[in-house]
């Protein structure tokens, strides 16, 4: 089915330059960018995003990370994007993560991991929502 996800790109692969190289993995995979901004997160609004972990040992270290430097935010549109992009980025933990994935090629650790992206079709729609308003997003 045609799905919408959320993608953001993590201030290490922004820091590492390869913006372009990711974007071109989503493209050719069929995703397409249809909202996108890079932006320095606040640290409210990086706790927000991430509430759903606050009880977790590593939030505080993952706030602190995600505000290290600006991120490369997009909602992507194409058959199956949920999964397909799960697929693209590899497993969390890039030590984990199958060759050719995205996490496997830029990612340095499980925090450094490179980009997120929505779990569910459910949490997509919410992630979307948080950083883009409904005019922002471009069916195509
Ligand atoms: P992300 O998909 O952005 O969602 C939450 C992030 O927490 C995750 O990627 C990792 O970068 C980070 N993280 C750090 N430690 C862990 C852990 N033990 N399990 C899951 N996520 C972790």
Do not use: C, W
Request: cysteine-free; overall charge negative; charged content about 25%.
């Amino acid at each position: 089915a045609l799905e919408r996800t959320l993608s953001i790109i993590k201030p290490d692969a922004v820091a590492k330059n390869v913006i372009g190289e990711i974007y071109t993995r989503f493209e050719k995979a069929g995703l397409k960018v249809v909202a996108s901004k890079m932006k320095q997160l606040s640290k409210q609004e990086a706790e927000g995003f991430y509430a759903v972990h606050r009880e977790r040992p590593f939030f505080a270290a993952l706030v602190n990370f995600m505000i290290s430097g600006p991120v490369m935010i997009q909602a992507l549109e194409g058959d199956n994007a949920v999964t397909k992009n799960r697929d693209l980025m590899g497993a969390t933990n890039p030590k984990e993560a199958a060759a050719g994935t995205i996490r496997a090629d830029f990612a340095d650790s499980i925090d450094a991991n490179a980009v997120h992206g929505s779990d569910s079709l459910e949490n997509a729609a919410i992630e979307i929502a948080y950083f883009f308003p409904a005019t922002d997003v471009y069916a195509r």
